[in-house]
C-alpha cells in the first residue's frame, strides 16, 4: 500500500526542482533582466505620445500662447513695497480702510519688544512708459512714506507718487529709470465675456519669493460694481465728500487674484493690458473664484490727468442714476433692459438739468456707445474731459431722442486734508467691532446659543486682522482670564491695555470651536 504522505512530499520536491531549474535556465538565457522592480522597466516606456497630435493641436496652441504672455508681459510687472508709519493716529489716518473680504496685504506684526517699526504693504504694478511710470492701484501706495518698487532683473528703485485717485482706485508712481520694458494696452470695452485671460502679480515682499505669479481664466463678467469704493469714501471722514464720485464697472474674470496680486495687469491672449487686478469677492481674503478688474480704459484717463496735473480732473453729468429692471424697460418703452435711469440731479448747478435732461430720462448711450447699466455711464463720462460736449441718447415719454451736454468738473479736491482724531475707542486697539450676541443676532450667525460678545468687524491692518480675526463671526469668550458676558465687558477689559502689552483672547465659532489668540497692542 503507497503511503500517501510520502508521496505528497515526492510532489512538491519535484516541482520545487523544477522551478529552480526553470529559474536557472532563464536567468541564463537573460529571461530574466527586466524584472518588475528593476530600472530595465522604467527605461524601456515609450517617448511616443498617447494622444494625436491633430487631436491635440489646439490646446498646444493654447499652451504657447500664455507662455509667450508670460515671457512677453512679465518683464513689465513689478513689485511694489510701500512703508507706512506705525503709530496708532498716523495708520487710522493714512491707511485705507479696505474691506476686509476684499483684500488683504502682507502685514507684519509687531516683535516682541515695543520698539515701533515701518509697517509694509505689498503690492503689484506694471511698467506704463519706458521712462518709469507705474500704474497700481491706489490702495497700495496710500499713506506710504517710502516706496520701493523691484523688477524681474533684480533691480530695485525708490519711487514716488506721482497722483492717486481714490474714487477709481488707480495710482501712479515713478521711478528714476530709463530703457524700461513697458506694456501694451489693449481696450477692455472690446472684451466679450467668455475670452481667456492672464492675470500676473508679484505678491513677494518681506523675504517672500513668490514673485511673478501667472494665472489663467476667462472673462466670467463685466461692468460689476461691488459698492466697496464708494463705501469706503464714505466711512473716511477726510474723503467722504468723493464717496458720490466713486466708479465700479469691473472686469470680473475666474483667473485666480491672491493677496499681493493688487495693481497687477489683467491680460488678453495678445498680450494686451486690458484691466488692473484690484479686488476679490472672498470670506477668507484669499482667491476664491471671483477676481475684478479695473478696466483699462478708464485707468488710462486716470492715468494722463495724474501725470499732467497730479490730480484727476474729473468730467461731470451731475445726476443721481440706478439701474434699469424689466419693468422699467416695459414702461419707458426701451429696445432691451439696459441703460441708466435718471432719478435726480447733483446740485442746481447739474450740468444735466442745465441742458434738459429730465428725471425719468433713460440714457442708453453716450456718442453712440452704448451705456448697459449705471456703472457704464460713469466710466463713459469719466472717459471724456470737462468742458467736452456728449450726446446722450435718452427714452422720454416712450421715444428716444438725443440731448447734447456740456461736462462740468466734478466739485471734489483730491488733496486729503489731516484732521486731529479724537482718542481711539478701546475696541479699536485691537482694531474689531463688537456687539452683545442677542438671541436674534445668534440666530442671524449661526450661534447656538445667545450671550457674550460677538465680533462683527475687523479693521485691515490692525492686530485683530494680522492675528486672523477677520475670516468669520466670533464670539469673544475671555480677555485675559476674564469672561465676557457683553460688549460693555470688552470695552471694560480694554480699557487698561497699553501699547505693547500683550492681549489674550479666547473666541468661539458657531460651532463651538475655540481658539487662543495671544495679540500684541502696537506701540
Known amino acids: 500500500m503507497v503511503d500517501p504522505l ?14 529552480v531549474f526553470g529559474v536557472g535556465l ?34 498646444l496652441a493654447l499652451n ?8 512677453a508681459v512679465t518683464p513689465s510687472v513689478v513689485r511694489i513695497e510701500s512703508e507706512r508709519a506705525l503709530n496708532a493716529t498716523a495708520t487710522r489716518r ?71 485717485d481714490p474714487t477709481t482706485d488707480v495710482a501712479v508712481i515713478k521711478v528714476d529709470a530709463t530703457s524700461l520694458p513697458a506694456v ?6 472690446a472684451a466679450r465675456i467668455g475670452e481667456w485671460v492672464v492675470a500676473i502679480g508679484n505678491p513677494g515682499i518681506g523675504g517672500s519669493r513668490l514673485d511673478y505669479t501667472v494665472t489663467a481664466g476667462i472673462v466670467s463678467a463685466k461692468g460689476r460694481s461691488l459698492g466697496i469704493i464708494g463705501r469706503e469714501l464714505q466711512q473716511n471722514q477726510d474723503m467722504n465728500e468723493m464717496a458720490g464720485y466713486g466708479i465700479e464697472n469691473f472686469i470680473q474674470t475666474d483667473a485666480a487674484i491672491n493677496p499681493g496680486n493688487s495693481g497687477g495687469p489683467l491680460v488678453n491672449l495678445r498680450g494686451q493690458v486690458i484691466g488692473i487686478n484690484t479686488a476679490i469677492a472672498s470670506r477668507t481674503g484669499y482667491y476664491e473664484g471671483y477676481g475684478f478688474a479695473i478696466p483699462v480704459n478708464l485707468a488710462r484717463r486716470v492715468t494722463s490727468d495724474l501725470i499732467e496735473y497730479g490730480r484727476v480732473r474729473r468730467a461731470w453729468l451731475g445726476v443721481r442714476i440706478t ?11 426701451l429696445p432691451r433692459v439696459a441703460g441708466a435711469l435718471i432719478n435726480d440731479f447733483s446740485g442746481e448747478e447739474s450740468p444735466a438739468r442745465r441742458a434738459g435732461i429730465q428725471p425719468g430720462d433713460v440714457v442708453v448711450s453716450v456718442n453712440g456707445e452704448p451705456v448697459e447699466h449705471s456703472g457704464e455711464l460713469q466710466q463713459r463720462i469719466a472717459s471724456h474731459r470737462p468742458g467736452e460736449t456728449v450726446t446722450l441718447r435718452v427714452y422720454r415719454a416712450r421715444q428716444p431722442r438725443d440731448i447734447p451736454v456740456r461736462l462740468g468738473e466734478a466739485p471734489f479736491s483730491a488733496e486729503t486734508p489731516t484732521t486731529a482724531e479724537a482718542p481711539a475707542p478701546p475696541e479699536e486697539k485691537l482694531g474689531i467691532n463688537v456687539e452683545d450676541l442677542t438671541p436674534e443676532t445668534a440666530r442671524r450667525l449661526g450661534f447656538r446659543r445667545p450671550g457674550g460678545a460677538v465680533i462683527v468687524g475687523v479693521s ?17 469668550v475671555e480677555i485675559n482670564g476674564r469672561a465676557m458676558s457683553n ?19 479666547v473666541v468661539e465659532t458657531p460651532d463651538g470651536t475655540s481658539r487662543i489668540v495671544n495679540m500684541r497692542i502696537p506701540a
Not at 532683473?153 to 519711487?159: E, I, L, M, V, Y
Not at 501694451?184 to 470695452?189: R, V
Not at 439701474?323 to 418703452?333: F, G, K, L, M, T
Open 6 to 19: 510520502r508521496t505528497k512530499a515526492k510532489v512538491i520536491f519535484f516541482v520545487a526542482l523544477a522551478f
Open 26 to 59: 532563464a536567468s541564463s538565457l537573460q529571461w530574466t533582466a527586466g524584472s518588475y522592480a528593476g530600472p530595465a522597466l522604467l527605461q524601456s516606456g515609450s517617448a511616443a505620445p498617447k494622444v494625436s497630435e491633430d487631436v491635440i493641436a489646439p490646446a
Open 64 to 71: 504657447r500662447a500664455f507662455e509667450a504672455i508670460a515671457d
Open 94 to 164: 493714512t491707511v485705507p480702510n479696505i474691506p476686509e473680504e476684499f483684500r488683504r496685504f502682507f502685514d507684519f506684526p509687531l516683535p516682541d519688544d515695543q520698539t515701533p517699526v515701518p509697517q509694509l504693504a505689498g503690492g503689484t504694478g506694471f511698467i506704463v512708459s519706458e521712462d518709469g511710470y507705474v500704474l497700481t492701484n491706489n490702495h497700495v501706495v496710500s499713506g506710504a512714506e517710502k516706496i520701493r518698487v523691484w523688477l524681474q532683473d533684480g533691480r530695485f528703485f525708490n519711487a514716488r507718487i506721482i497722483g492717486t
Open 184 to 189: 501694451a494696452f489693449g481696450d477692455s470695452d
Open 323 to 333: 439701474p434699469v429692471s424689466p419693468e422699467d424697460a416695459e414702461v419707458y418703452n
Open 460 to 476: 485691515p491692518y490692525s492686530p485683530a486682522a494680522r492675528y486672523g480675526l477677520g475670516a468669520g463671526p466670533l464670539r469673544i
Open 487 to 505: 460688549a460693555a465687558d470688552v470695552k471694560s477689559a480694554l480699557e487698561s491695555v497699553g501699547p505693547g502689552d500683550i492681549v489674550s483672547l
